[in-house]
């Protein structure tokens, strides 16, 4: 039976083919979405070895049907089921491609529908976002920078913990703009406007190299876990009375440049998501600094 006790590393002259498959599989991610998906692999063998099943060979759609009510009957949310299915479904679907099994078993199965009121995540209106970002200038230039970064550039918690200060000194077609790589590796360049620069340049100091915010006390770099800490410290500081995430301050980023009028293409820019709309690639190379949403958010924001 397939040991389920690390999907990494193995040896390769003692890989079974349910490993070397997931090994395979699992190789063309890093990272946090590496991490995951060994996670969801994980999961997937050990039901599988659980049940006295081969966790590739001999596999039905009806088998993967069966782990996906398991996962529903650990009370899992219907869109926590379908994300522990995204490991599970491309594990089949490249077994297939590389001809390790004849047909894929998950293609067909069916998942959880996904109702759009399921998200728990609460953005911020207009009014809150100025409060969030006047507060969170208040606290420390660390703060400041980190909510702009967040709120207007709708960076995710480990880009803005990324960023450093080398990473927007260039200027391109008379903006300021940010590099940073995005989530799957993807570079991605935006512009700084005016407002989100002051806040960086105070954080930035005298300072010419290295990460950009810090932890305020211990001078040292922010992770990812700082990010939450530090939005949640702005969020009841501006009493703001919910919980607020940086994912809420990435979805108010979105959400407002809406409502400010900036076209869907040009917010799915600024969102950088992983499938946007096909046009975007013909626009890219020209002109997205000009009419980025960040500049229509940063009025919108300010009220001019």
């Not at 009957?73 to 219907?78: A, E, K, Y």
């Not at 297939?96 to 099994?101: K, P, V």
């Not at 200060?165 to 703009?177: K, S």
């Not at 607020?244 to 950088?272: E, F, K, M, W, Y």
Request: glycine share 6%; proline share 5%; with cysteine.
């Amino acid at each position: 039976m397939t040991s389920t006790t690390s999907l990494m590393p193995f040896q390769p002259a003692t890989m079974s083919k349910a490993q070397l498959a997931a090994v395979s599989f699992l190789a063309r991610y890093a990272g946090r979405t590496h991490s995951l998906y060994a996670f969801q692999l994980r999961e997937w063998f050990s039901w599988c070895e659980n049940n006295g099943l081969d966790p590739l060979h001999g596999i039905q759609r009806a088998h993967v049907e069966l782990y996906i009510r398991h996962l529903g009957t650990r009370g899992l949310m219907d869109s926590s089921v379908v994300t522990m299915m995204h490991a599970v479904r491309g594990y089949f679907r490249f077994a297939h491609i590389d001809g390790l099994i004849t047909a894929d078993p998950a293609v067909y199965a069916r998942l959880p529908k996904i109702h759009r009121d399921e998200s728990r995540t609460q953005g911020l209106d207009r009014l809150e976002l100025i409060r969030f970002l006047q507060v969170a200038q208040t606290i420390t230039v660390h703060h400041g920078a980190l909510a702009y970064l967040l709120g207007i550039n709708a960076l995710r918690a480990s880009e803005a913990a990324a960023v450093r200060i080398e990473d927007y000194a260039d200027t391109l077609r008379g903006h300021r703009v940010l590099h940073l790589v995005g989530k799957g590796n993807k570079p991605a360049t935006m512009p700084v406007t005016v407002p989100v620069l002051r806040a960086l340049e105070a954080c930035r100091g005298q300072r010419n190299s290295g990460p950009l915010v810090l932890r305020p006390v211990s001078g040292n770099p922010i992770d990812r876990r700082d990010v939450y800490r530090m939005v949640a410290r702005i969020a009841t500081t501006a009493a703001i009375p919910r919980h607020i995430s940086p994912h809420s301050l990435r979805h108010a980023a979105i959400t407002n440049a809406l409502d400010a009028g900036v076209p869907l293409r040009d917010a799915q820019i600024l969102a950088r998501h992983a499938d946007p709309r096909t046009n975007e690639h013909y626009d890219r190379a020209r002109g997205n600094l000009d009419r980025h949403g960040v500049h229509f958010l940063t009025a919108y924001v300010a009220g001019v």
